[in-house]
Structure formats: structure tokens, C-alpha cells
């Protein structure tokens, strides 16, 4: 039987040829459950926009590996706490807002907002019961530019440290992101492994086959549109098609002019994507979670600068939601191919897919 290390060592060397990681990795419930402790309870997790969180009593709620997590304007400034009530561990606060205290709903245990228990009904006739016992239970929050991210290893080094760069390279695009206003936020869910999301997201190898309306707007030739891979996050940055500009697309697209002349889709490790399209000042978040090995769940946030039309707003995100379907399609049909198993190994573009290997690695890295 092969040893861990050499398991890791043969898919790396695997990797560097482009050859993919086995189909198993993308079906298998145990990978996943991998996952969620290796990966997604040890990196950060994306909960919010920071704006939401100015005054005291300001809140956001997400997951981090499946943790239930709310993040907290208090007295002190951002704290984190694991959103399960000590008590029957249901979930504490839901969605968002502004709140005096965090009270269970399901038997009115009431926490303050530093997380502290401070009245369950009828404890006072329970032996041996403190209310100091059973605090909120602390997790680590930290910030970047305008986003709060939450981590289940408290060892996690700071976002920055992970994404910094990634700031200069927004800003480079001609948008002020500190400026941008949250115009919507929406849950979805998708049939094929988070990874399978994910590795499509990573390359536009596919986008002049599949995309017609997207390689209209944005110029996909392997020359013009960048990828690069920064260690802990990777960026494609394209340009605006000059066709697109002067409104002689072929197929229908929204009106990409405006000040942004950069195309810009960035993954932070290991599930968070960030695009930035040409036109007014935009900017839409996604977050892709595996629900099992063949499902993945998610939510999207969409942003606009201030003053930007609302037709305009409106189109661009039909324009991402049209992407977004020819995505599913395509990850369904190769889940569908994963799932049979055969073939079990894929090969990939070093040349155009080398965003895609290079997330494999960190997967690789991180389960090994
Ligand atoms: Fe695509």
C-alpha cells in the first residue's frame, strides 16, 4: 500500500504533466468530509461586507466548513462567535441586522453582544448550573479592504497576509472598491463537486466555445486574457473588446462602456471568487461551499458604485447570470463524467489550465 507521502508525491509529479486528480476526488463523501476539516475549517471563509457592521449590535451570519458563525459589532469592535446556542445548539442569530442582545429562539437563552450568557428560563431551579459556563464560543475574525472573512483554526495567519497583493490589482482596474454600495445578495446551488465549480472558473480555455455572449463583450485570446497564479489567490484579467465598445457585437451584450476597462475574476483559497466586469463601477462576490461530493451551495453578492444606473445594474447581472447557466451546464455534464469514473484521470492545458493545476496542488497539499 502506498505511503501517504508518496500518494502526494505521485499526484503532484501528476499535476506538473496535467494529468488531474483522479475522479474520486470529486465523488467521494470522505474527500469531502476531508475537505471541510482541511481546507475549509483552516483557511478564511468570506461572511460579509464590512459595511454592514459599523454601529454596535450590527451582525452577519455564515459557515466556515460548515460551522455556524456571526460575526459581531460590539463594544470592543468585530468579534466572532460560533452561532450555536450552548444550550440545544440551535442556530442563535439568523441573516442580518442590528440586535441588543443575541437570543436563542428556540428557548430565549440570551447572550450580550461580547457573547456572554446572561439569562436561560428557569436555570435558577437547575443544580449546579452557571450562567458562566456556557458562553458564545469565540472564533477568529479578521478583515480585507471591504470584506470580513472568519476562521476556524486560530493559528490562521491574517487575511492580508494571504490576499494583500490582491488590493493593488482591483485598484489597478480603475475601481475604488471602499466606494461600492451591496445591491443584492441571493443563495443558490448547483449539481457537481465545489471543485468541479471551481477549476472551470479558473480558466477561460472554454469561454469562446461556450460563452458566445461573454467572449463577445471581453477579447478571450490566450494573448490577451492573463492568468496568474499568486499562491493563495489567482487572478484572470482581460480586456474590453473595442467592438463591444462601439456597440458592433454580434450577439447581444450589456454596454460596456464606463470608466472600468479591465475584465478582472480572482479566486481567493480556497473559495471565493471576486469579478470585476468592464463598464460603471461593479463588482460580485461569490462563495461556493460543497453540499456532499456532488452538489455544491453558494451565495452571490452583487455591488455597484454609487449614482450607477439601475437598467445598467440590471442588465450586467443578467449578463453574469447568463454566464453563470452556460457554467452549469458545462460542471453538471462533467460531474456527470466524474461520477462514472471512467476515465479516472483528465487531461488539463498547462498552457491555459495551469490556474486549474495549481488550486489541485493546494487541495493536494492540504489533504496529504
Ligand atoms: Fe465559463
Redesign the pocket.
Known sequence: MQQVGEKEIDLIAGLDRGQSLPSSWYTDAAITAQEIEKVFRKAWQYIGPAQQLKNIGDYITGYVGEIPVVVMRNQDGLAGFINVCRHRRHEVMKGCGNAKIMQCGYHAWTYDLKGCLKAAPRADREPDFSTSDYPLMPIKVDTLGPWVFASADENCMSAASYYGDLLGIIADSGLDFNALELWSREEWASDANWKTMLE?YLECY??AV??PGFAAAIDVDQDSYKLTSHQWFSSQVGHVRQSALEGKSKVKIYDAGGEVRQAQYHLLWPNMTININPGFPNLSIDVWMPNGPNQTKGFSEQYFGPGVDKKWAEELIAFNRE?GE??DVLTSSVQRGLIGGVPDFGRFLTNSEHLCLHFQKLIVKALC
Do not use: G, P, S, Y
Open positions: 472551470n472554454h469561454c461556450a460563452h454566464v452556460e457554467d
